[in-house]
Structure formats: C-alpha cells, structure tokens
C-alpha cells in the first residue's frame, strides 16, 4: 500500500502504475455535478477565490458531504468528467471517484500529469478516515457545497494514469 500525503507533489503522480493501491491522508476537497462546473467557471475568470482554494498538488473527490457521510460518485456523470482535464491543468493531480472514464478524459490526465483513482462506496468506511470537513465555497449548494476534508489513509486504487486505464480491455 502506497502512502500518498496532499498536496501530491508530480513526482509521485510519475510513480504511479493502474492497480496501485494507495491511502491518502490530508487535505482533499470534495465537489460532484453541482459544483465542479462552477469551479471550472472560476478558472476560465481567473477568479481570486481560485488561488484561496488552492488547486496545487489538490486531490479532488466526486462527493457530496451529507450528515450521513460520503461516498463517491459516478466520475463519468457529463458535469463532472468535463471538469477534469481543466482542474488537471489547473494542479489537481488525483481525481476521487468511481466508474470508468472516456479515452479523451484519461489522455488529458497523461498531459496534465494527473491521475484517477477509484474507491469502493463505503461510506462508514470513509466517514471513519475524516478528521474535520469545512465548506469552502458555493455553500449555497447544501451538501454539495465544495468541502475540505482533512482524512487520514483513505484507501483508493489507481485506475487512469499515464494515459492507461484499468477498465480497457
């Protein structure tokens, strides 16, 4: 099991291999459908609360932050795998989900030097490795605001990496 600590530095993006098995403790923000497009807006503005949020080194999870818990969301829904080639350019290096991304989506990863790792929809499990959360942005969105989670070995599998992905056949 490979130890990955935020901010994730591209060195350790250039080590990884599909089937690697990872936990990543630290910062991460949590975003699905409702919010990434409007991150994604931020970006194209050049909007200062960008560099507040900070997107350097970030891992991104497909969630939603409920009483409940969280658990991840389908990557591929159109809203949220469009976000991913922009938030990579912009320093995100590990993108959370689940399911399988388009050949576009994983090339993109390979230029930005970013990956995707899936993660199994337990959400005791996860709620178990979060130490605190805060909303950060767009709390108009409820339980699908853009949350900071602080966690600690969140398990998760590399799934796309250096323009390979684990669900080709």
């Known amino acids: ?17 599909i089937g690697d098995q990872v936990e990543i403790s630290g910062r991460i923000l949590c975003g699905r459908d409702a919010v990434l497009p409007k991150l994604v807006a931020l970006l194209r503005k050049k909007d200062p609360l960008i560099e507040k949020i900070g997107l350097e080194g970030a891992v991104i999870f497909h969630t939603a932050v409920s009483p409940a818990g969280i658990g991840p969301t389908t990557s591929n829904k159109l809203e949220i795998e469009d976000s991913i080639p922009e938030l990579s350019a912009a320093g995100v290096r590990l993108h959370l989900g689940k399911g399988s991304l388009g050949a576009e989506t994983v090339a993109s990863l390979k230029i930005h030097r970013s990956v995707f790792a899936v993660t199994p929809p337990v959400t005791a499990l996860f709620s178990h490795r979060m130490l605190s959360k805060q909303i950060i942005a767009f709390e108009e969105e409820g339980m699908e605001a853009l949350f900071e989670i602080q966690v600690e070995r969140l398990p998760a599998i590399i799934a796309a990496a250096h323009g390979r992905n684990i669900f080709e056949k």
């Open 1 to 17: 099991m490979l130890r990955l600590e935020t901010p994730i530095r591209i060195e350790q993006i250039e080590d990884l291999k």
